[in-house]
């Protein structure tokens, strides 16, 4: 299983820009690379994925280094509404067919 | 479209007691699964079910029971509860495939038990 690697915790202002880096230096060649995040008393939402090239959506972005072995989760203007624990998720983690949640990183977002 | 729901939300039970945790999505994903989820700690899996009709062991079975009840429903059972079940208990539901795709998983708001 790819073991992966995330700060405990981050601070960030709002509407700033947030970079929160995981690596996964074990990852196979066929991992995805998953994000989600977990907001205080919720169950945890999908962020991003991607497996090779650099992926964007509504939320975030994703930067996967040309190595696989790293990625950064990148939240373009921080609400308060971001703070959350963020969990970087390599797809084969699970073992049978689930997803492997290490502690993530918590994100605290200053108003 | 209400996603995955849970029932009960909170539930606080004595050792030895049973009950059935409830999970069910409407998006018609083949997929389910049950998570546990300690203080401060990520989420676990303890069973998962990639189509209806099959189940299969997670991380942290021992202590569990689920049925398949049809492709909308996935339950979790404990016997016979213990303090070491109390947790946050999350159903997650995806297309196919889970971790091992590209698919998403979808969670439920969770089920907050107690064991005393």
């Known amino acids: 299983d790819a073991k992966t690697t995330q700060p405990n915790s981050m601070e960030s202002n709002e509407e700033e820009p947030v970079h929160l880096p995981c690596n996964h230096s074990?990852?196979?060649?066929?991992?995805?690379i998953h994000w989600y995040r977990q907001l205080p008393s919720q169950g945890p939402e999908y962020v991003i994925h991607?497996?090779?090239s650099n992926v964007n959506n509504r939320m975030a972005s994703l930067a996967i280094a040309e190595d696989r072995k790293s990625s950064t989760l990148i939240l373009h203007r921080a609400t308060l509404r971001d703070a959350a624990v963020y969990y970087c998720?390599?797809?084969?983690?699970?073992?049978?067919?689930?997803?492997?949640f290490g502690k993530g990183t918590h994100l605290i977002i200053q108003p | 479209n209400a996603g995955v729901t849970q029932t009960p939300k909170f539930q606080v039970l004595k050792t030895g007691q049973s009950m059935t945790l409830q999970c069910a999505q409407d998006?018609?994903?083949?997929?389910m699964y049950w998570y546990r989820q300690d203080p401060g700690m990520g989420l676990r899996l303890i069973y998962y079910?990639?189509?209806?009709?099959?189940?299969d062991k997670g991380e942290v079975p021992n202590g569990y029971n689920v049925s398949r009840l049809n492709k909308r429903e996935f339950s979790l059972r404990l016997e016979s509860a213990a303090p070491s079940q109390t947790s946050v208990y999350f159903c997650?539901?995806?297309?196919?495939?889970?971790?091992?795709?590209?698919?998403?998983?979808?969670f439920g708001p969770g089920t907050r038990l107690t064991v005393l």
């Open positions: 991607g497996l090779t």
């Open positions: 074990t990852i196979s060649g066929t991992d995805y």
């Open positions: 998006m018609n994903h083949n997929s």
């Open positions: 997650a539901s995806s297309v196919s495939g889970g971790a091992r795709s590209s698919d998403t998983q979808y």
């Open positions: 079910s990639a189509s209806e009709g099959t189940t």
């Open positions: 998720i390599p797809s084969s983690g699970g073992g049978a067919d689930g997803l492997t």
